[in-house]
């Protein structure tokens, strides 16, 4: 059973208002090394550099979209076991797909509670502390 | 700030908002300029979309149906699904428009949405969606259709029984590019210890220091200590260890050497040793999972397109620019539509795998630039940055003191010192300057609500209007930047209810249809100048002449410049259009306009050019906070007057002093009289008249262009003040538009021209007791 406050996460959005809701609501579920990242570009250069157990990521971002981070990561062998969650906005059935073809670990649709983040962690880590 | 973490977010969401909207609106109007380049097409609906998403987490259910059925028809228009054709643009605009007064209203900072329109608007995009609305009761429909999308139901993904249930299996072909987890090719470089000693080590007497003394035979060791373990004082238990120290050897020795170094107390601590490994910087802790791990998702293994060879990783520089060339060249194949995503077969396009010395592909290099340029911005409380620009005009005043408190002890003959004082005031009107920056703010943000006034009003007078702005990055003081808004908004108006003509009659005078305006900011001999020129039937100066005779402004004997006529509009009471149109009337004039602008210590002008059109141009300081001053004596008082409003200075000779009716006295000046205000008396310091002999007379001119002479006893210099408000640390006076400090520390004021002007005259003419020193 992994400690929430073990898992170092990236938070990958666009905007600063879901990177703070994210991070707000992962600090409740107990997470305490948080990174962020306006983009998927700059969040594959920081995790490289940076590695982090979890990227939380929006999908529809400038530079570099989700999809495509989720690319570069699992097609770099060091960081390619990094575990991500893809935000979307909608249930979009084929984005989903394709996250899943592109190895996403899980998602989760916006707008989403404390509660609904921390399953999906469970979901990938098994229960936390 | 708010307890609540949430609360504070929604004040960064809603700023977001402003910039989101923003970008929207800059964004529509390039495509309606015929830039329907996919990725203005995207960042529109990226927008729309992160106004849609944040709204959601704060429940804001009116904005978020609205910007999902904007949202839903920006996604056809994204697919290529719909053409980006005019109408649909001009409706993308108007559609702004609303989602702009629906992020205002959710924000309590606008009135409620005008339901009617929103809906209006709503069934407009529908229509352009779906080729109808999706629903004639209001809400309801779309309400529905924003369920569905929004998956308010959780859609809980068990990744392993993805190919059955509720998704269709997926028929696309296996991964290419995930190559096989092999934490291969990395160098170790050394070791990372993590120690938590237990309390029994200290008490078998053993010692972090030696350990680490130890460790640093085997080579150079960096250690940081965690004491966020130690509690406060009083539950402080002395015989508790708290500390966790991170130690990292740099040295690829063999594992057995370090476990060597902690042998004897390895019991009695919890210790973590970990390679280091070239390639990434840092070694992530291992969260004890089994396998947090990669789906099954038929992994290939195909080569992997992106495999770094050794020396690569090796230098620690991972090929980053090669990564993100290949994930965006996935990611512009998907926005094109170009299917597969994936290619199975062969990894083509990338360059033989990816070696150093090609480390940067043109693309690659192109974006990095970009990310590189990017400024990298804070937010901070403007209270902090008023506070700082508080401190830094105390510490002018301070310097202005020492310096003169210097001269004054005859210290500044000494060179060392005065040199020491040049030096520090250089460096004061640097930090001053510096400061003054931060508070600057392009003028865009005023620029950028400009194309839907201007659409509003095209639509209301019926006239076809174009929008140029130009100069949107120049930057002002944001107190300046706020008021600018509403004169530029009214002249703006004028500039189109007045200036441009009717298509018809444009088309009659052999213009194009459509009329065209522009806005442009600029830099000019340290003010910021704003033009608004449009390419109308400019001035009607015959008719101006006329209404201001009518008025009673002027004398039909009078004798004026074009542009002393054309400048008339400014004047109180002034109102061409003859009856006050919905746009640019509601009982301001021009006047307004030009008394705001001057409230700003600004001026205002007009140039015309009958058939071809107008231009106004404001000029306006930088900065509200210092001010170019007279400094003037009156009585035993020092007082200041701001500079712009002083035309000349001059010492009065007896005989063109005269009064009016035995009562008000006025001062010959180049041919013309004009009122003489004693300034001390006026001001109340002083009860008998000042003496004309020693005394000095500004001649000045209020924001109105009526020009008065300001008796005083003396002019000491012209001097750059801070301005400090009266207001807030007293209470407003007559006549006293401010207060500064002076260099020797007493408090001026400085005067209200305007006032003084008004009240002086008054006091003039009730008492007609000005001594007349002949």
């Known amino acids: 059973m992994p400690a929430a406050s073990a898992i170092r996460t990236l938070i990958v959005d666009d905007q600063l208002t879901m990177r703070a809701l994210i991070r707000t609501s992962l600090q409740q579920i107990g997470v305490r090394e948080i990174e962020e990242a306006p983009d998927g570009e700059a969040a594959l250069r920081s995790i490289i550099t940076k590695p982090v157990h979890l990227v939380i990521s929006d999908f529809n971002m400038p530079n570099l979209d989700g999809l495509g981070l989720l690319r570069g990561i699992r097609a770099h062998p060091p960081i390619a076991k990094t575990a991500f969650i893809m935000l979307t906005g909608r249930a979009d059935r084929e984005l989903v797909q394709r996250a899943v073809q592109y190895g996403v670990n899980n998602y989760l649709v916006k707008p989403f509670t404390t509660q609904q983040l921390k399953e999906k962690l469970e979901a990938v880590f098994g229960p936390l502390q | ?774």
């Open chain 2, 1 to 774: 700030m708010s307890d609540d973490p949430f609360e504070a977010i929604k004040v960064t969401f809603f700023q977001e908002c402003e910039e989101l909207l923003g970008d929207l609106e800059t964004n529509l109007l390039a495509l309606e300029s015929g830039d329907t380049d996919i990725e203005t097409i995207n960042a529109c609906f990226r927008a729309v979309h992160s106004v849609k998403g944040g709204a959601g987490a704060f429940g804001l259910e009116d904005l978020v149906r609205f910007a999902h059925v904007f949202e839903t028809l920006m996604d056809e228009l994204r697919s290529g699904r719909k053409p980006v054709d005019d109408i649909t643009v001009r409706t993308l605009l108007r559609a702004s428009d609303v989602l702009n007064d629906h992020v205002s209203a959710a924000r309590g900072a606008g009135p409620a949405v005008d339901a009617e329109r929103s809906q209006a608007l709503i069934a407009e995009l529908e229509t352009l969606t779906h080729g109808a609305p999706v629903s004639a009761a209001p809400g309801a429909g779309t309400a529905s259709a924003g369920e569905d999308d929004f998956g308010f139901t959780p859609l809980t993904l068990a990744l392993d029984d993805l190919g059955g249930g509720e998704l269709p299996p997926l028929d696309l072909p296996p991964l290419a590019f995930i190559a096989p987890y092999a934490p291969a090719n990395q160098e170790q470089t050394g070791w990372k210890i993590v120690f938590r000693p237990h309390p029994r080590l200290y008490a078998n007497a053993n010692e972090t220091g030696l350990l680490i003394r130890e460790l640093g035979r085997l080579g150079p060791v960096t250690v940081e200590m965690d004491d966020s373990g130690v509690p406060l004082l009083d539950a402080l238990e002395p015989n508790d260890s708290h500390l966790v120290w991170t130690m990292t050897l740099d040295a690829a020795v063999p594992e057995i050497d370090v476990r060597d170094v902690f042998d004897f107390v390895e019991t009695d601590c919890d210790l973590n040793i970990t390679p280091i490994m070239s390639g990434a910087a840092e070694v992530l802790p291992d969260l004890g999972l089994p396998d947090i791990g990669l789906p099954e998702l038929g992994v290939s293994d195909l080569a992997d397109p992106l495999e770094l060879p050794a020396a690569d990783a090796s230098a620690g520089e991972v090929d980053i620019a090669a990564l993100v060339a290949l994930a965006q060249a996935d990611t512009a194949a998907r926005l094109n539509g170009e299917a597969p995503p994936l290619e199975v077969v062969s990894p083509a396009p990338q360059p033989q795998a990816a070696p150093v010395a090609a480390r940067t592909p043109p693309a690659a290099a192109a974006s990095q630039g970009a990310a590189t340029q990017a400024p990298v911005t804070i937010r901070v409380d403007l209270e902090r940055v008023d506070r700082l620009i508080n401190a830094v005009g105390e510490l002018v005043i301070q310097q202005a003191m020492l310096a003169q408190r210097v001269y004054e002890s005859g210290l500044a003959r000494s060179s060392d010192i005065s040199l020491g004082l040049e030096d520090l005031e250089l460096l004061t009107r640097e930090i001053q300057d510096s400061v003054m920056a931060i508070r600057a703010q392009p003028v865009k943000s005023v620029f950028q609500r400009m194309p839907r006034l201007v659409r509003e009003v095209a639509d209301m007078t019926g006239k076809r209007v174009k929008l140029i702005t130009a100069g949107e990055d120049t930057e002002v003081d944001k107190t300046v930047v706020e008021r600018l808004a509403e004169p530029i908004t009214h002249m703006l108006r004028n500039a189109i209810d007045h200036g441009l003509e009717t298509p018809q009659e444009r088309e009659a005078a052999g213009k194009p249809a459509e009329g065209t305006v522009k806005l442009a900011a600029l830099h000019r001999s340290g003010r910021i100048v704003i033009e608004i020129s449009d390419d109308g039937k400019g001035i009607n100066r015959q008719r101006v002449r006329a209404i201001a005779e009518e008025r009673g402004l002027i004398t039909p004997e009078q004798v004026l410049t074009d542009d002393e006529v054309d400048n008339l509009i400014f004047l109180p009471g002034f109102s061409t259009a003859k009856e006050i149109t919905d746009v640019s009337g509601r009982g301001v004039g021009m006047d307004v306009v030009r008394r705001s602008i001057q409230s700003l210590g600004g001026r205002i002008s007009i140039s015309s050019n009958p058939g071809k059109g107008s231009t106004f141009s404001m000029s306006l300081p930088l900065t509200l906070a210092v001010l170019d001053g007279m400094v003037v004596g009156a009585a035993d008082q020092t007082l200041v007057a701001p500079l712009a409003a002083i035309v000349e200075s001059l010492t009065p000779k007896p005989e063109d002093i005269h009064l009016v009716g035995g009562v008000d006295p006025v001062l010959m000046f180049r041919d013309e009289f004009v009122p003489l205000i004693d300034v001390a008396r006026s001001m109340g310091f002083r009860d008998v008249p000042t003496e004309l002999r020693g005394g000095v007379v500004m001649i000045v001119e209020t924001e109105a262009g009526q020009r008065a002479g300001l008796l005083v006893d003396a002019i000491h210099g012209q001097r750059q003040v801070v301005i400090k408000s009266l207001e807030t640390n007293y209470r407003h006076v007559e006549g006293v538009a401010a207060a500064t400090i002076l260099g020797d520390g007493r408090v001026a004021l400085i005067l209200d021209i305007d006032a003084l002007v008004t009240t002086g005259r008054r006091r003039n003419s009730t008492r007609s007791d000005l001594k007349m020193a002949s």
